[in-house]
């Protein structure tokens, strides 16, 4: 009897894995089409797709039991705010959970930029922890690239005042993961290290 049950156990949780990949493989085909034409800000101009699997990747990396709503909902991140997808489509292809964490951190794209950054420093305490989960990885990737493939015709002021906003948008959403927000941190002072070392250079 012991074999018999081992073998149903492994079943389930063939079938569990398998669901889970489907759904996540799921959210990257729609992910990939809704940013087909979509290009990074950097000088490599990579697909923009590489963003929200990138910002997924760091949620597995660093909070490996997080659920696989929350994984999905780090790739569609942004199929809102820059695709216009609607809530309701997300809800239809995947369920209520993901496509509510998405609508929570999609900004309103008809406010003017500073009001919108703005509103993310305001709303970021209210978030649910999956909705925080998403928009910290999403600001560990976006520091990350003032280092790796800067946004082309950024100086030094506007890399370092987006790290600054980026750490205070943050701030509320620490507390559901310590492993994003070392992270978080590292590349923080990476960037502003490297700009320091920069102008210490040319003062010689």
Known sequence: MKPRKSHVTLDVLFT????????LLKSVDFAARAHRDQRRKGAAQEPYINHPI???????????????????AAILHDVIEDCGATRDEIAACFNDIIADIVLEVSDDKALPRDERKAKQIETAPNLTNGAKLVRLADKVANVGAMLTDTPIGW??????????????????????????????????????????????????
């Open 16 to 23: 569990t894995v398998l669901r889970f990949m489907q759904l």
């Open 54 to 72: 990138e910002v997924s990747r760091l949620i597995i990396e660093c909070e490996p039991g997080t659920e696989e709503d929350i994984l999905c």
């Open 155 to 204: 100086d030094e002021k506007q890399i370092l005042t987006y790290v600054d906003w980026a750490e205070a948008v943050i701030a509320p959403c620490r507390v559901v993961s310590d492993n994003l927000s070392d992270r978080f941190d590292a590349i923080a002072r990476d960037v502003r290290l490297f700009h320091q070392d920069q102008k210490a250079v040319a003062g010689k």
